[in-house]
């Protein structure tokens, strides 16, 4: 654990191991599992150690290990969703390229059938995405000046 922490120190100088910020976050969130197992043994110890001010401040160490060991997955989870976000954000902007320069309209509804397997659709109307009339997606003719 204690390598752990120095590597996500060393993150921080921009140095160790760690590259990436997924890599510090996920190297949190190992941490923490371990950290975990640790507070899971040493509450196990306590039980064996008799009543005395070093049992009380034992416990009290003990019982605030679990609430940082879940601020680091929650971190890291909140993490993860923000970079969820960005890829969800560079698909949108991408559908939306590729919808603008094909042309092609959603319609909202239900997912499309595919037509290969001996279905006809009944019209264009069941699909979810169509292509747009040819007529909007050619250019206007050039206009002919006359002298």
């Known amino acids: 654990m204690s390598s752990m922490a120095y590597n996500m120190y060393l993150f921080t100088r ?3 191991p760690l590259k990436t910020t997924h890599d510090l976050f996920t190297q949190a969130e190992f941490f923490a599992e371990q950290a975990n197992k640790m507070y899971k043994t040493v509450r196990e ?3 064996e150690v008799p009543g005395s001010a070093e049992k009380s401040e034992l416990s009290a160490i003990l ?3 679990p609430v940082h060991c879940q ?3 929650v971190d890291s989870v909140i993490q993860e969703t923000k970079n ?3 890829e969800i954000a560079k698909l949108v902007t991408s559908s939306f390229v590729c919808a603008t320069k094909y042309e092609i309209e959603f319609r909202g509804g239900s997912v499309p059938r595919t037509v290969g397997d001996g279905e006809h659709r009944a019209s264009r109307e069941s699909t979810l995405w169509r292509r ?3 007529i909007r997606r050619t250019a206007p003719p050039p206009v002919a000046y006359q002298h």
């Open 14 to 16: 921009g140095d160790g």
């Open 45 to 47: 110890f306590s039980y």
């Open 63 to 65: 019982e605030k290990i």
């Open 71 to 73: 601020q680091l997955q």
């Open 84 to 86: 969820l976000m960005n």
């Open 132 to 134: 747009t009339p040819s």
